[in-house]
Structure formats: structure tokens, C-alpha cells
């Protein structure tokens, strides 16, 4: 698989970056030591979109479906 990229970067605070993502549901998340809340990673084979939230250990929850199906 080819993995997440980073589709937009903004660096919000000093070293604090707001990251979008595209990529496949066959591959991980991404996992960078620095994810903050609010990153978003969107599915392009699904149409689905996960929303990063901090914690231990923190976690990409789905938030909505855009109805891609893969054509």
C-alpha cells in the first residue's frame, strides 16, 4: 500500500501542525508522535472521513460518510 498523504499542513502554533490526509481504507492511519485533534483522514476508496482525537493512546474516529464507492 502506498499509506496516507498529506494532502494540507498548517502550522497552527510553534511545532503545532492542523494536517488533512487521503488515502486508502487498506492502509493504517496515520501515526505521527504529534497528531493533534481536529486532523481529519479521508478514505478516497470509501468517501469516509476520520477526525483525530488526543488521548492515551489517541484514536481517528469517523465522522461521516461521503458516499464514495470505489468507481
Known amino acids: ?6 494532502t494540507k499542513e498548517v502550522e497552527v502554533r510553534p511545532g ?5 490526509y487521503a488515502g486508502s481504507s487498506l492502509d ?16 478516497a476508496d470509501t468517501g469516509d472521513v476520520y477526525m483525530f482525537l488526543e488521548g492515551s493512546p489517541g484514536t481517528w474516529n469517523k ?6 464507492d470505489g468507481t
Not at 29 to 35: I, R, S
Open 28 to 43: 493504517s492511519k496515520p501515526a505521527h508522535t504529534d497528531e493533534r485533534t481536529g486532523n481529519l483522514a479521508a478514505e
Open 63 to 68: 465522522i461521516c460518510a461521503l458516499g464514495g
Open 1 to 6: 500500500m502506498a499509506g496516507y498523504k498529506i
Open 16 to 20: 503545532q501542525f492542523y494536517r488533512e
